[in-house]
């Protein structure tokens, strides 16, 4: 959560890493090395290489995010609004899990407390989604697009100008996505 949380208020990639290896290290570089509880739990093969990785020690919430990326309305709630976040954001991007702020911590915290009603977090689950509504809709989704397609086939065929109107023709058959009609022909059965 604070990896999205993060991104959302940066406008992008936090740890923009090309694999694994490069992702870990974009980590320890921002959020600084993990600390020695943390190494013991590792895999021996692991906790070697981050063990012989250089040692960082982090930037501060406050250059990982800077007041610029808050709203600014020159005011002292405001101000207070992107400490908190910044707080939040500081007990969340923890990489030992152990020290992370837990789920229940972070609903009381200043910063989302705001948004916490008991009774939404109290209620009992809901009820399992049905999935079957999607598969319907996305089988009748692929029989629309093989249909638009297959009909516009048979125009790029048999028109002797292969260039704007087939273009046209397609537009129209994509447009027309109901009961499988397509503009100026009979619906064709599912």
Known sequence: MGC???ER??????FPGTDHIDHWNKIIEQLGSPSTSFMRRLQPTVRNYVENRPRYSGYSFDRLFPDV???NDNN????RKASEARD?????LVIDPEQRISVEQALLHSYINVWYDAEEV??????PYDHSVDE??????????VVAFAIFSVFQRNSSNKGKKCYK?????IRSNKDYAVKGYAALPS
């Open 4 to 6: 999205m949380m993060g």
């Open 9 to 14: 208020i940066r406008g992008g990639v936090l």
């Open 69 to 71: 990326l808050f709203p």
């Open 76 to 79: 002292e709630q405001s101000r």
């Open 88 to 92: 939040l954001l500081s007990r969340m």
């Open 122 to 127: 109290n209620a009992p689950a809901p009820e």
């Open 136 to 145: 319907q809709m996305c089988i009748k989704n692929r029989k629309q697009t």
């Open 169 to 173: 023709k397609k537009k129209e058959i």
